[in-house]
T-cell receptor, first 112, second 112 residues
Framework: DVKVTQSSRYLVKRTGEKVFLECVQD?????MFWYRQDPGLGLRLIYF???????EKGDIPEGYSVSREKKERFSLILESASTNQTSMYLC???????????FGSGTRLTVV | KQEVTQIPAALSVPEGENLVLNCSFT??????LQWFRQDPGKGLTSLLL?????REQTSGRLNASLDKSSGRSTLYIAASQPGDSATYLC???????????FGTGTRLQVFP
């Protein structure tokens, strides 16, 4: 069974901390995505990557960066966590040109 | 710019009813459309992926149709059950990219 695995289900971090959210997929997909989901705002794209070391900004990249050193792993980095980054973070992957997203189970991040 | 709209926003029905969830999109030059299910606090589970060359896809009690010319897709749920209670999201690609644009979802409650 194909899988996208997010390293943590729940995280609590302090304001100003550097936070790493990890996502690993085992499907050899070219594309990987990070979304955040907030009540009333739906899913919003933060960053995506269409190849190793390649990345593009999504709709809300401010305060975030990403890293993709290997095809299977896509990391989301909060350089200095703030309370407005408290949210559900969802990682997804897809094969290029076919759509067909597979999502991870999500990370609920709380910044205090 | 692709926009995806879902109606109704919420639906509450007794067990056994047949349901239709609606999704509309503004850019009809899509190569596929995907329906997802999300349980509270969880990630998204892919239900059906319809390629642009297809008119519909079926999985068990679920049937999704796609009409590109009118910019519409419907998800039909037959003989609904309490276990179908969840939020259902549809998503279509942004123009000429692999990025999915999501609707805000239909929250379904099926009561016994």
């Amino acid at each position: 069974d194909v899988k996208v695995t997010q390293s943590s289900r729940y995280l609590v971090k302090r304001t100003g901390e550097k936070v790493f959210l990890e996502c690993v997929q085992d499907m050899d997909h070219e594309n990987m995505f990070w979304y955040r989901q907030d009540p009333g705002l739906g899913l919003r794209l933060i960053y995506f990557s269409y190849d190793v070391k390649m990345k593009e900004k999504g709709d809300i990249p401010e305060g975030y960066s990403v890293s993709r050193e290997k095809k299977e792993r896509f990391s989301l980095i909060l350089e200095s966590a703030s309370t407005n980054q408290t949210s559900m973070y969802l990682c997804a992957s897809s094969a290029s040109g076919t759509g067909g997203y597979t999502f991870g189970s999500g990370t609920r991040l709380t910044v205090v | 710019k692709q926009e995806v709209t879902q109606i109704p926003a919420a639906l509450s029905v007794p067990e056994g009813e047949n349901l239709v969830l609606n999704c509309s999109f503004t850019d009809s030059a899509i190569y596929n459309l995907q329906w997802f299910r999300q349980d509270p606090g969880k990630g998204l589970t892919s239900l059906l992926l319809i390629q642009s060359s297809q008119r519909e896809q079926t999985s068990g009690r679920l049937n999704a149709s796609l009409d590109k010319s009118s910019g519409r897709s419907t998800l039909y749920i037959a003989a609904s059950q309490p276990g179908d209670s969840a939020t259902y999201l549809c998503a279509a690609p942004s123009y000429n990219t692999d990025k999915l644009i999501f609707g805000t979802g239909t929250r379904l409650q099926v009561f016994p």
